[in-house]
């Protein structure tokens, strides 16, 4: 019986997502800021808040930084929202309040994120809606 006990309460505390990625739950998801980075056309820091306005859907902001190449120190902010299904977080980048200059030739782009948790925090990708830029994302909490 001790043993049957252990491995439901292992299952239990090991819940994945569908592709296999750990579970996240709502209160990991807004008990913290979220910090790290985002690597597709340039590399730059970002850092979400996020909060859940009623069970399952969640709101917050971004904070972007292109910390390299071209457009290094350009900063955006913008407003994100989507459910939390299955343990796979995906926000949408609904509107961009604040968009900082860029070099001719470049344009801000907003997109969707798809995000699980991993041994570290929150890891996933991101894919332009406007633009053909995807990428990786990675955050932590902090």
Do not use: H
Not at 61 to 67: A, C, I, S
Not at 92 to 113: H, I, K, N, R
Not at 116 to 141: H, P, Q
């Amino acid at each position: 019986m001790k043993r049957l006990m252990t491995a439901v309460l292992f299952l239990a505390a090991t819940a994945c997502t569908p592709d296999g990625g750990l579970a996240l739950t709502a209160d990991e998801l807004t008990e913290t800021t979220w910090r790290g980075n985002i690597e597709a056309t340039t590399y730059g820091e970002l850092q979400m808040d996020i909060v859940e306005v009623e069970p399952g859907w969640f709101e917050g902001e971004l904070w972007y930084e292109t910390v390299e190449g071209p457009t290094e120190g350009a900063t955006s902010l913008t407003l994100l929202e989507g459910p939390l299904d299955d343990g796979v977080l995906v926000l949408d980048e609904v509107e961009m309040p604040y968009a900082g200059s860029l070099p001719s030739g470049w344009m801000w782009c907003t997109g969707q994120f798809e995000m699980t948790k991993d041994e570290y925090g929150l890891s996933g990708s991101w894919a332009a809606y406007d633009c053909g830029n995807d990428g990786t994302v990675e955050l932590d909490a902090s």
